[in-house]
C-alpha cells in the first residue's frame, strides 16, 4: 500500500503548481494526509498537513498564505495548491498518510509515497 504523487515541475518564481496525492489500493477518506518536502542536503520537513474530517488543517510557516492543502473524498485525492513559488520551495514533495495531522512528527503516518519533484527556477 503507497500514495502516488503527481503535478510537480518546473515553474519560475511566482508561478503555481498544484500536487496531487492518490492511494494505490486503499481508501484515503480514513487518513490523515500530510506533505512533506526535502531538499538536497536538507532534512526532510513538514509542508502541511489535513485531518481525516478535513476541517482542520496546518502549514508551515514559509508556506503560510501561499499554498492551500484540500481534499476530495469523491476523488480519494488531497491536493496541494501551491501559489507564490520561490526558488527555496524547489524539493521532492511527499504525501503520507495516517492516523493524526501533523507537521512535526512523521512517525505519526504509516504511507508514503516517493516524491515528486518541484524545481522553482529563475
Given at each position: 500500500l503507497q500514495l502516488v504523487e503527481s503535478g510537480g515541475g518546473l515553474?519560475?518564481?511566482?508561478g503555481s503548481l498544484r500536487l496531487s496525492c492518490t492511494p494505490s489500493r486503499f481508501t484515503l477518506r480514513?487518513?490523515?494526509v500530510g506533505w512533506f518536502r526535502q531538499a538536497p542536503g536538507k532534512e526532510r520537513e513538514g509542508?502541511?498537513?489535513i485531518?481525516?474530517?478535513?476541517?482542520?488543517t496546518d502549514y508551515a510557516n514559509f508556506v503560510k498564505?501561499?499554498?492551500?492543502?484540500?481534499?476530495?473524498?469523491?476523488?480519494?485525492t488531497v491536493y496541494l495548491?501551491?501559489?507564490?513559488l520561490e526558488p527555496?520551495?524547489?524539493?521532492?514533495?511527499?504525501?503520507?498518510?495516517?492516523?493524526?495531522?501533523?507537521?512535526t512528527d512523521q512517525s505519526e503516518y504509516?504511507?508514503?509515497?516517493?516524491?515528486?519533484?518541484?524545481?522553482?527556477?529563475s
Open positions: 515553474v519560475q518564481p511566482g480514513y487518513y490523515a509542508v502541511s498537513c485531518s481525516e474530517s478535513g476541517t482542520s498564505g501561499r499554498f492551500t492543502i484540500s481534499r476530495d473524498d469523491a476523488k480519494n495548491q501551491m501559489n507564490g527555496e520551495d524547489t524539493a521532492v514533495y511527499y504525501c503520507a498518510a495516517g492516523g493524526i495531522a501533523t507537521l504509516d504511507y508514503w509515497g516517493q516524491g515528486t519533484q518541484v524545481t522553482v527556477f
